[in-house]
Every structure is written in C-alpha cells, then in structure tokens.
C-alpha cells in the first residue's frame, strides 16, 4: 500500500466490513500491534483488489467477475494441462515422466496451484489463468490438499509429516512465498473464513473445534468434546449468510442412555447483544462452549460472566443441533449459499437427506442404491451423486428448483477419485469442483475410456469428450 493514499469514503468503509471483529482479536491491546495486524489486513485487500484511488474494492471484483477464465485442468500420469470446455487451447503446464502432480486447485480469481514432487522437497506451482508460472515453492512434506483463501492471496496446504497432519499457510503477497507451518493433529479438517479475515475453523483430533489465526498462530478453543474411542471423519464447514453474517457447520459426539450419538450443528459467533438474553439462554449457551458455571445463581451472574468473557476476547458460539443420529460417522456437505444441507450416514447410505437450516427435512433423494458421493453445483441448486448400482456406477442428479431426480450417464471412476476424493469429499467440496461456472455441465474423468469428458446436467443429456486423457479434472471457479 503506498504510503500517504488518500483513499475515497467508500473504499474504507468496504474494506473494515472485511476485517476482523471485536471480539476475535481482543488480545491486540497495544496500539503497535494492532494497527500492524489491521495494515496486514488492508494490504491483503489492496493486493487482491490491485486498487486505485478511483476504483472501489467491490467495483473492482465486479468487473473481474465479468472476465471469464473458464477452463478445465486434467492431470495424467505424466502432465498436467488446461484447455477450455470444449478440449481446444491445450496448455502443458507440465510435461515430465520423472515428476508426479497431485492436487490441481483452481484459485477465485482463476489461479491454478498444484503440488509436484519426485522426491522431497515437494514443491507447490502457481499459475495464472494464462498458463504462465507465478511461484514454485518448496514445502516441508508432499501436500495432498491445496486450499485457496477466499481472496485468493494465499494457500493453506495439508500434508503428513510421518507422525500427524500438518497444516500450513503460504502467503503469495510476500516478496519471496514461503511455507509456514502451523500446527498438526490427526486427523486434520477446516474452512477458511468466508469473509477474507484470514482464519481457520478447526475440527482436529476428532474432539476439538477451534479457529486459528495464521498470522500470529494462536488459538481459540470453541468446544472439546470426548472422542468415545474412535474417530470422527467430517468437516466443518464456515459460510456467509443472506443476512450478512456467517454460520458455522459441524459435528461433535456425546452420549446419552449409555449409545453414543453424532450432532450436527450450526453455529453463531456471538457478540454484546447475546447480553439480552434470558439466564437459562446464556447458561447452556456458556456450557456448550466449556465455561464453567457453578457460581452462577441468577440472571446477572450469567451475564457477568458471559461479559466477562468476552471481554477478555474468548471466542462464544451459540449453536443449534439441527439432526442427531446413534452410532455411524456421517457425511455432510451445505450448499455453497448455506441454506440447505445434504446429509448421508453409515446406517443409511442409499439415500441423502436435504434439510433447512432450521434441521427440517426438505426432501430425502435417492433410497435405491448405495450412493458413494455427492456435490452442490455453483447456484446450490444441483445436487449431483453417485449411486452404485449392482455392475456400475452411473452419475445422478437432484434438481432442487424442480424438485427432481433422474439418472446421468454409467462411468468407470479412476483411482485417483475413488482413494483420494470421494473417501474425503466433504472436505474437498471447499476447495475444488467438477461444475461448470454456470452450474450447466460437470467434468469428469473415465478409467474405462480413458478419457475426459463433459457432462450436461440436463435429464437425457449425454457426456462429450474433450479427447484428452486423464487421472482427474477440476473445473475453473469463473
């Protein structure tokens, strides 16, 4: 950011609507500290938004969003390429036998990473939407999940370093990108913050939910819950909400008569007006989030210390359980708008539940057949899934605005989607897709043809090859 810009009203006034509240960085106290990390947060703004003093942050991502990139990425067993939706502008961006490439990512604004390694160091390349090598970095272990911040400035990247999970943050506005680990669990799942403050929602250890600052790397627990001696496989998810705010989707286990049961829940960030409550209100309120309340007697005792806590920057959620099931992980991915939630589980795997963000049942699809994955196309309204019927596996489709169901094309999966993806495909449903930008085609790979190929979402349709082998294919987010 130059230094002395004077900057139009409204510029600043969008800017702060991005930078972190009150209450999650009451620990800045002095005023260095703090007009330090509220700087890093406005140059992030003016990196991606590449502002001038008579463009606006918002008028500037308007405009971009009108510039297509459109492209699909394919990794074989030796390259990876991108080239439009019909097969043709075939970029190499790498070409060797030596070398493997994993984790083609699509970035916001048309940016592509991938990891590539023969040996450690592995190393994590950046391309723009023209095929042109921004970074190639090195990192500490061979990541086997890339995942862009909303803003696209920087990457957070998972890997094993032989005794855990390790996750770490690459900040591509830096003078030389570098890879900065920040803690590892086992097993390792989170979401970025939708609205560019540069934070983790955490779900580790299968019993902690916490947010995670990169910047300084500390730490806010939400909630720890027993792991009733097993793992607990499922993303959170972090979304914006139509009023402006966002919600919180996780899991967390507990016991009741003696069988454990698994809640999914959504979650609120809570701020003074919580203060307004009634006392039982806040007292399940502050037991949820771990906060000891046996001094507690009336009203005001609770609010006291719910003021109390927040002003000392703890991090309050107000959550609702939205379904419980007994026994059995389940898997559970929001629509990208967070309105509707698509939910299948272990004791139920013919079929998936859409519910309302209230925890209603919206509809139930499938019921036939065993259904090994599901994804929300871009506008929320397709709920793409694969059944496996008793010989294959063939696509299907969910039309919510229509309210109907039918079956796609039969493919033969590659291993790559069937080891890598669909066993973690609640996690991946926050970084990658297989839709197009305008929610009209899908793009996959089939190991029985070898091919890449293009499918229409309409009933009937059929798929298209782009004449292209391939390991796996991502569609461009614009």
């Not at 702060?16 to 500290?33: K, N, T």
């Not at 959170?236 to 919180?248: A, Q, R, T």
């Not at 007697?297 to 210390?305: A, G, M, R, S, W």
Request: glycine letters at 6%.
């Amino acid at each position: 950011m130059a230094e002395g810009c004077s900057l139009p009203t409204e510029i600043i006034a969008h800017i702060i609507q991005f930078l972190p509240p009150r209450e999650l960085v009451a620990e800045w106290r002095d005023l260095s500290q703090s007009e330090s990390l509220w700087k890093r947060h406005v140059e992030d703004a003016f990196s991606c938004a590449r502002l001038s003093k008579q463009q606006s942050y918002q008028s500037y991502f308007q405009e971009r969003s009108k510039v297509k990139s459109n492209r699909i990425a394919i990794t074989t067993n030796d390259q990876l390429l991108t080239c439009l939706p019909d097969g043709s502008d075939k970029k190499v961006l790498l070409d060797s036998d030596e070398f493997k490439f994993q984790q083609p990512t699509w970035g916001p604004t048309g940016t592509l990473a991938v990891t590539q390694y023969k040996r450690r160091p592995a190393t994590v390349a950046v391309y723009n939407a023209q095929g042109e090598l921004l970074h190639n970095i090195e990192t500490s272990s061979v990541p086997f999940y890339i995942y862009w911040s909303p803003c696209g400035t920087r990457l957070s990247l998972l890997g094993s370093n032989g005794m855990g999970v390790v996750l770490s943050c690459i900040d591509l506005l830096a003078d030389r990108p570098k890879e900065v680990v920040l803690n590892d669990a086992r097993p390792y799942f989170y979401s970025w913050s939708p609205d560019n403050r540069g934070l983790f929602l955490c779900h580790r250890d299968s019993s902690v939910l916490d947010l995670l600052n990169p910047e300084d790397r500390k730490i806010k627990q939400i909630q720890r819950y027993p792991v009733y001696g097993r793992q607990m496989w499922m993303a959170p998810f972090w979304l914006s909400n139509k009023e402006g705010g966002s919600d919180l989707f996780y899991c967390n286990m507990g016991a009741k008569e003696g069988r454990e049961h698994i809640n999914l829940n959504i979650g609120h960030f809570l701020d003074s007006s919580c203060l307004d409550k009634t006392g039982k209100e806040l007292r399940e309120i502050l037991r949820d989030n771990g906060v000891d309340v046996s001094s507690c007697v009336e009203t005001n005792d609770y609010k006291e210390l719910m003021r109390e806590k927040m002003e000392r920057g703890d991090v309050l959620v107000e959550k609702k359980t939205l379904r419980s099931w007994e026994g059995g992980n389940i898997t559970f991915i929001p629509s990208p708008d967070g309105e509707k939630i698509a939910i299948t589980s272990e004791m139920d795997q013919d079929s998936i539940d859409i519910v309302g963000r209230g925890g209603e049942i919206v509809c139930t699809v499938g019921g036939s057949h065993s259904i090994i994955g599901f994804f929300w196309s871009p506008d929320s309204n397709v709920l793409l899934f694969i059944e496996h019927r008793s010989r294959e596996l063939r696509w299907c489709v969910y039309n919510v605005r229509e309210k109907r169901e039918y079956s796609l094309s039969a493919f033969t999966p590659t291993r790559v989607l069937l080891e890598h993806y669909l066993p973690f495909m609640a996690q991946y449903a926050q970084n990658i897709t297989f839709f197009s930008p305008d929610s009209k085609y899908f793009v996959y790979t089939c190991a029985r043809k070898n091919d890449t190929l293009v499918h229409p979402v309409e009933e009937g349709s059929a798929p298209l090859s782009l004449g292209h082998e391939g390991q796996f294919a991502t569609w461009s987010r614009m």
